[in-house]
């Protein structure tokens, strides 16, 4: 997160304990799902598919509006 700040990039946090989204151009996006007993075993899932990738791009938007500022 250091690193992204570092780059002028806004950092938010919004507490999730199973997944996390990342979309990149609305075209690709990655879904990480967390194993609940051992959250450092993760698979994650690319999809190259834009519809789907819009969609958790407007599911993100809607979320980050709810997140907090990190202050680092």
Avoid: C
């Avoid at 919004?14 to 996390?20: G, M, N, R, T, V």
């Avoid at 609940?36 to 993100?60: C, G, H």
Wanted: proline share 4%; charged share 30%.
């Amino acid at each position: 997160m250091k690193e992204f700040k570092s780059l002028g990039m806004e950092v938010r946090h919004y507490p999730s304990k199973d997944y996390s989204i990342v979309v990149s151009d609305r075209k690709n996006s990655i879904v990480v799902i967390k194993h609940p007993k051992n959250p450092q075993d993760r698979i994650a899932i690319w999809f190259d598919n834009e519809e789907l990738s819009k969609a958790l791009a407007d599911y993100f938007y809607s979320i980050w509006k709810k997140a907090k500022t990190v202050k680092l």
